[in-house]
């Protein structure tokens, strides 16, 4: 079966610290993999996506993720935390087991940034 | 540009009564699903449907039914609301092509509360 995992419930870091939110992931193929944000009361956004090619990719409000096929990962990074990036962060993945018409959330990880 | 827009935002239930959740896309994407968040264990599908005129059970069915009015209106209906029901639900769309082929764009979310 398909599934991702984010192994901490919490991440607490200072501002200006660099951050990592963790994420692994199951799947049969070519994983594609997805990183959203939710703030109180709001619906999730769309951070960033890896679907093929360079191992790191870009995202919004300088996030970025790391695609490690080897330890079947894909960490959410940020070099210098901000104080507005305190949210839940959901990783997820595509199943492609229902044709791609279906997404893979995991649990969530909830990031506490410290000014 | 209004993206996915849920109706209502608020509602308290009492056992037994029924309601209808709203939700409207106006980005033509095919897909449209419907999530509730609940604590600690992130976002689980409720109903999708792939595209206009299908419709098929997730994770969560039970209690639940769905309704694909057109390409850009799914509602979700709670025949007999129950405790258990008491969650955040989450309109969603999505295209599987394009620029933002895969994305999954939420509504702002409905809060239910069934006493």
């Known amino acids: 079966a398909q599934s991702v995992a984010q192994p901490e419930d919490q991440v607490n870091v200072a501002e200006g610290n660099p951050l990592t939110v963790k994420c692994t992931y199951s799947?049969?193929?070519?994983?594609?993999l997805f990183w959203y944000v939710q703030y109180p009361n709001r619906g999730l956004q769309f951070l960033l996506k890896y679907i093929t090619g360079d191992n790191l990719v870009k995202g919004s409000y300088g996030f970025e993720a790391e695609f490690n096929k080897s330890q079947t990962s894909f960490h959410l990074k940020k070099p210098s935390a901000l104080v507005s990036d305190s949210a839940l962060y959901f990783c997820?993945?595509?199943?492609?087991?229902?044709?791609?018409?279906?997404?893979?959330f995991g649990a969530g990880t909830r990031l506490f940034v410290k000014a | 540009n209004a993206g996915v827009t849920q109706t209502p935002k608020f509602q308290v239930l009492k056992t037994g009564q029924s309601m209808t959740l709203q939700c409207a896309q106006d980005?033509?994407?095919?897909?449209m699903y419907w999530y509730r968040q609940d604590p600690g264990m992130g976002l689980r599908l409720i109903y999708y449907s792939a595209s206009e005129g299908t419709t098929d059970k997730g994770e969560v069915p039970n209690g639940y039914n769905v309704s694909r009015l057109n390409k850009r209106e799914f509602s979700l209906r709670l025949e007999s609301a129950a405790p258990s029901q008491t969650s955040v639900y989450f309109c969603?769309?999505?295209?599987?092509?394009?620029?933002?082929?895969?994305?999954?764009?939420f509504g702002q979310g409905t809060r239910l509360t069934v006493v």
């Open positions: 980005m033509n994407h095919n897909s």
């Open positions: 997820a993945v595509r199943d492609e087991v229902t044709g791609g018409f279906k997404t893979i």
């Open positions: 799947v049969s193929g070519n994983p594609y």
């Open positions: 969603a769309s999505r295209t599987l092509s394009g620029g933002t082929g895969d994305v999954a764009f």
